[in-house]
Nanobody, 123 residues
Framework: QVQLVESGGGLVQAGGSLRLSCTVS????????MGWYRQAPGKQRELVATITSGTRSGSTNYADSVKGRFTISRDNAENTVYLQMNTLKPEDTAVYYC??????????????WGKGTLVTVSS
């Protein structure tokens, strides 16, 4: 069974930094696009950043609200995606979810979600 497990959330003051990690486990054949989404209280889930698969590094895409402050990266050997978050703002407070397109052996790609990790930015 495929599992996505996030870590690295917590409480930080405005202007601070956090690094989120998400590791995929299970019988995996390949992982395509990986990404981070977030959902603030009372709001819809929104895209934060995605990164495609690549021989050395994938192509990245960011929400306008985090460009220049957040950096997504991945370690294909470890089936892990990271989100480095700098210059955090109170409006970044949300539950952050890991997402990935994963192909298991003898199956097509399917989309998976982690359970989320809470990031709270105090002013």
């Amino acid at each position: 069974q495929v599992q996505l497990v996030e870590s690295g959330g917590g409480l930080v003051q405005a202007g601070g930094s956090l690094r989120l990690s998400c590791t995929v486990s299970g019988r995996i054949f390949s992982i395509n696009t990986m990404g981070w989404y977030r959902q603030a209280p009372g709001k819809q889930r929104e895209l934060v950043a995605t990164i495609t698969s690549g021989t050395r590094s994938g192509s990245t895409n960011y929400a306008d609200s985090v460009k220049g402050r957040f950096t997504i990266s991945r370690d294909n050997a470890e089936n892990t995606v990271y989100l480095q978050m700098n210059t955090l703002k109170p409006e970044d407070t949300a539950v952050y979810y890991c997402n990935a397109d994963i192909r298991q052996f003898l199956s097509d790609y399917m989309n998976y979600w982690g359970k989320g990790t809470l990031v709270t930015v105090s002013s």
